[in-house]
């Protein structure tokens, strides 16, 4: 198995990198690091040759990398947000989204009574994070994404009522199955720790048992008033490992693939 990580200047994604190198040298597997260049997604240099199953982590910008390259799997694509709504209904934390036309939105949350809302694209390569919005300011704010080199015109957006969870916790799943976790916020202020509590771990896998939106992905959940409801899935490629156990997770997808040859 191959492991590509695009290279990072941020410390905390490099910690990442370091501790992916580390589990697949301890398992005798390959690894890489690339460089791509600022809104191309291509690579800066050389090509790493490789053979047999590739995984990438890194940005957005990795997944049209590993594509282009065609390295396979290389990403575990997972659904759009309203698909995750059809899955899990109550359970999802923005179970009363709606999904808007761009040009819809603004008049939708006025006519809803809403002067800020919560919004994210329908999709999961994601041309802007899902945030707070102001009503005002959305079509400005939309205008300036536009630009980006990884925004699809045909990119719906989710729209819902503001929440405000205790604890959020994100959740590695492979095979349907919890392999590593991290605490990364509490009360809307990161947090990070390698900890979960029992309750948001078998909540995590019992959604998966019956909705997992590939064999490997991210599953973002929380706890708000004595509930627990899932906050989004997450491609695992891009996604940000916290305090997960890294080996675990690259362990275990390891061996997810060794079986799939």
Known sequence: ITWIAQKQTDERRDQWNKAIRTACLSTHNNYYEIDIIP?????????????????????????????????????????????????????????????????????????????????????????FDGTVFDAEKFPFFIERVKQYANYDPATKICVSSIKHPEIEWRFVIVEQKVVSFSQYRVDRRLNVKGVTDIGAFNFAEDIAKYASPNDVYVMDVCKINDQYKVIEYNTFNYSGLYACNVYEIVDSINNYLEKKK
């Open 39 to 127: 809104f191309s997604h291509d690579i800066a240099g050389e090509i790493p040759k490789v053979e047999g199953p590739v995984v990438v982590h890194g940005s957005t910008a990795i997944i049209d990398v590993a594509e282009k390259q065609g390295w396979q799997p290389g990403v575990f694509r997972i659904y759009n947000e309203s698909d995750t709504l059809k899955a899990i209904g109550e359970h999802y934390l923005n179970s009363d989204m709606k999904v808007l036309e761009v040009s819809e939105v603004v008049d939708y949350v006025k006519k809803s009574g809403m002067d800020f809302f919560f919004a994210k694209p329908d999709r999961d390569l994601k041309s």
